[in-house]
């Protein structure tokens, strides 16, 4: 009977693990931002320059393909800042930087 016991306990303690919250990670952060920012103002994005975790959640840089052109050189892209709280959930976003496609940074 001591053994039912122990086992129960030890399915009890895996149970009240799996009900804590998942680690959201880096790349969790930088899906949710290019998922967000995506569907807030409509352009694809690129890719992600940056992510950095914060106090309050994750700051993430988006690349966005603002303007498509021809050549794909001259296409002009942009850089948003994406806040976000640790579930992933954006808090606020701004456009930090715009540049063309084949200009090198400075």
Do not use: F, N
């Not at 992600?48 to 296409?75: F, K, M, N, Q």
Request: aromatic content about 4%; some cysteine.
């Amino acid at each position: 009977m001591a053994e039912q016991r122990r086992t129960h306990g030890g399915s009890k303690t895996a149970a009240s693990s799996r009900a804590r919250r998942p680690a959201r990670g880096p790349e969790y952060a930088a899906r949710a931002a290019g998922k967000s920012l995506e569907g807030l103002i409509g352009h694809p994005t690129e890719g992600v320059s940056a992510v950095r975790r914060e106090d309050d959640g994750w700051c993430v840089v988006v690349d966005v393909l603002e303007v498509p052109r021809i050549p794909d050189t001259t296409s002009l892209l942009a850089s948003y800042e994406v806040q976000l709280d640790h579930d992933g959930e954006l808090l606020q976003y701004r456009r930090v930087r715009r540049y063309r496609r084949g200009a090198a940074d400075e």
